[in-house]
């Protein structure tokens, strides 16, 4: 994207926002993907790897060392510490690709409550999973802060508020489970967050109803089986998911924010 861009026509009027904890495998090439943006902040929660001194090498990165607290509330905090009003929000390992930088940085800056919505290419493992409830997503990741912001879910986080919504071109890509090491984590790390908003009541009947229901869903109705072998780790994965939550609520451990 460097030779894409000239120096002095590098996107200053939108912050590219990202919140971290342990990213160092993945901060390289999303940073190598937002080198047209002149600004970028990096909110780091407590990684314990190099994540933080990795963003440092990048000349257009702000690093800020912060808190966890939930993802919507600690987006919206990285977002607050932005230089300019217009935020492109992404996560550590969602990278955009050339026609996405294009769109934001022809984004109309006048139309100031309007939101872009982007379209997130799922990869699961290094493939690119098109069905199993992962292809057709379209987020909302361009925003005016003046007249949107993030809401205060703890997890499933999103961005609400502007009047209009319109689509921008190009893909941002999600490398989100590299392998089956990296779902486990994930599925540690959500499912405690996860029980801070689940009810407690949820008896073994219903949550193994739930997990045939859960898998059915994902792999039949979202056309999992399209996906292949993936299709049916990613609709196992999600049925499986709702035990590892239910585990959780057994366990009834506190959450203490801060070393999430």
């Not at 314990?48 to 939930?70: C, E, I, K």
């Not at 989100?176 to 009541?201: P, T």
């Amino acid at each position: 994207l460097v030779h894409l861009l000239r120096k002095n026509d590098m996107i200053n009027h939108i912050t590219a926002v990202i919140i971290t904890l342990n990213e160092e495998n993945n901060l390289p090439a999303t940073l190598d993907s937002l080198t047209a943006f002149a600004r970028v902040i990096v909110y780091d929660t407590g990684s314990s790897d190099s994540s933080v001194q990795v963003a440092r090498r990048y000349p257009n990165v702000t690093v800020h060392l912060g808190y966890f607290d939930g993802f919507g509330s600690t987006k919206q905090r990285a977002v607050d510490l932005a230089l300019t009003d217009w935020i492109f929000l992404l996560d550590a390992d969602e990278r955009p690709d050339a026609g996405l930088v294009s769109a934001i940085g022809d984004f109309d800056l006048s139309r100031t409550d309007t939101v872009g919505m982007v379209t997130r290419r799922n990869y699961f493992c290094g493939k690119l999973v098109r069905y199993s409830g992962w292809g057709n997503d379209v987020l909302a990741r361009v925003f005016n802060r003046s007249f949107a912001a993030l809401n205060t879910q703890i997890i499933h986080e999103a961005v609400e508020g502007g009047s209009e919504r319109t689509q921008l071109n190009g893909y941002l890509e999600h490398f989100s489970v590299s392998d089956v090491g990296a779902l486990l984590k994930k599925f540690d790390r959500y499912s405690k967050l996860k029980n801070l908003q689940m009810d407690k009541r949820q008896s073994a009947g219903y949550v193994a109803i739930k997990f045939v229901v859960r898998f059915i869903q994902t792999f039949v109705f979202r056309l999992g089986f399209l996906d292949g072998r993936y299709g049916f780790v990613i609709a196992f994965a999600n049925a499986s998911f709702v035990v590892w939550c239910y585990a959780r609520c057994l366990e009834e451990k506190p959450i203490r924010f801060g070393a999430e």
